[in-house]
Nanobody, 125 residues
Framework: QVQLVESGGGLVQPGGSLRLSCAAS????????IGWFRQAPGKEREGVSC????????YFADSVKGRFTISRDSAKNTVYLQMNSLKPEDTAVYYC??????????????????WGQGTQVTVSS
């Protein structure tokens, strides 16, 4: 059974940093992608970033390019989202999700079959 568990959220001041973790287990396929999404109150869930386990390609939404990075530790089956220069508009519940196959349409939430429970990120002074 595939399981995804996020951690690392919290309260941070504008300009600060946080690192989110997504611990994955139960995968039997070699080729899949892990995406990070976020959902602010009253807004749609949006794609933030993605990493492909097949070729290590990474992708980012325009709103976070240059501020967020994504990486993985294959030994720990964990994907990290490093968030720097955080802004109040980054405030949301952040989810990691997994999909079998390639990274095409990585930003589309319906592509993903498995979701974590989410972790709250609040950027405020």
């Amino acid at each position: 059974q595939v399981q995804l568990v996020e951690s690392g959220g919290g309260l941070v001041q504008p300009g600060g940093s946080l690192r989110l973790s997504c611990a994955a287990s139960g995968f039997t396929a070699d080729y899949y992608v892990i995406g990070w999404f976020r959902q602010a109150p009253g807004k749609e869930r949006e794609g933030v970033s993605c990493i492909s386990f097949g070729d290590e390609s990474t992708y980012f939404a325009d709103s976070v390019k240059g501020r967020f990075t994504i990486s993985r530790d294959s030994a720990k089956n964990t994907v990290y989202l490093q968030m720097n220069s955080l802004k109040p508009e980054d405030t949301a519940v952040y989810y990691c999700a997994a999909a079998l196959g390639g990274s095409r349409y990585w930003w589309v939430k319906d592509k993903y079959d498995y979701w974590g429970q989410g972790t709250q990120v609040t950027v405020s002074s």
